[in-house]
């Protein structure tokens, strides 16, 4: 029962932008959208969430649109090192203290 | 580094037999989640703990089984096994509602 939909790769130049798309159309009033990256064979790492608003933190910036039903994740200048897997994740609020369910993700490779 | 340790690194056994893999978490996290990840089957949940008690399984096989002590570590122990049990397992803590922090994982190779 998959919830989200991400395309299973995508390229970029070092120095770029790269813009994650998730679609998420059967989303929920309460389901947050989280985003968690994980960096070959290392543990998955917490990236950004948001609920209606966008959100930006010091690794990436989330734009969730007014319908709620798709998000991007933005990375502003990606280097070698965003090379990596990002698990777009819908989840209810009432859900946060439960585990985290990961589809396949997107595959980001960035290249100089 | 996210602060929750985990031992061994890497380990190699053969069919059927027993293994235990160690998972410290983050001072004062009281949730404790393991995962499985092969090649074919992505990042798949296996149990969660809380704070000793069990309280969520995810897709756990009836040969492994898991505790969470009262110093919050946590053991995953996989029996009888089998070479498709040969995959990365990563364990995460957390306190309350917050974000998950995973550990390095093991890799484990079953010959």
């Known amino acids: 029962d998959a919830k989200t939909t991400q395309p299973t790769s995508m390229d970029c130049a070092e120095g770029r932008a790269a813009n994650l798309p998730c679609n998420h159309s059967?989303?929920?009033?309460?389901?947050?959208v989280y985003w968690y990256r994980q960096i070959h064979s290392q543990g998955p790492q917490y990236i950004i969430h948001g609920l209606k608003n966008n959100e930006t933190n010091e690794m990436a910036s989330l734009i969730i649109t007014e319908d709620r039903k798709s998000s991007t994740l933005i990375l502003p200048h990606a280097t070698l090192r965003d090379t990596a897997v990002y698990y777009c994740?819908?989840?209810?609020?009432?859900?946060?203290?439960?585990?985290?369910?990961f589809g396949k993700g997107t595959t980001l490779s960035v290249s100089s | 580094d996210s602060g929750v340790t985990q031992t061994p690194k890497h380990l190699i056994t053969a069919t059927g037999q027993r293994v235990t893999l160690r998972c410290s978490p983050r001072?004062?996290?009281?949730?404790v989640y393991w995962y499985q990840q092969s090649l074919d089957q992505g990042l798949q949940f296996l149990i969660q703990y809380y704070n000793g008690e069990e309280r969520a399984k995810g897709n756990i096989l009836e040969r492994f089984s898991a505790q969470q002590f009262p110093d919050l570590h946590s053991e995953l122990n996989l029996s009888s096994l089998e070479l498709g049990d040969s995959a990365l397992y990563f364990c995460a803590s957390n306190r309350d509602r917050e974000k998950l922090f995973f550990g390095s994982g093991t890799q484990l190779s079953v010959l």
């Open positions: 059967t989303i929920s009033g309460n389901e947050y």
């Open positions: 994740i819908v989840r209810a609020a009432n859900q946060a203290g439960t585990a985290l369910i």
């Open positions: 001072s004062g996290d009281l949730s």
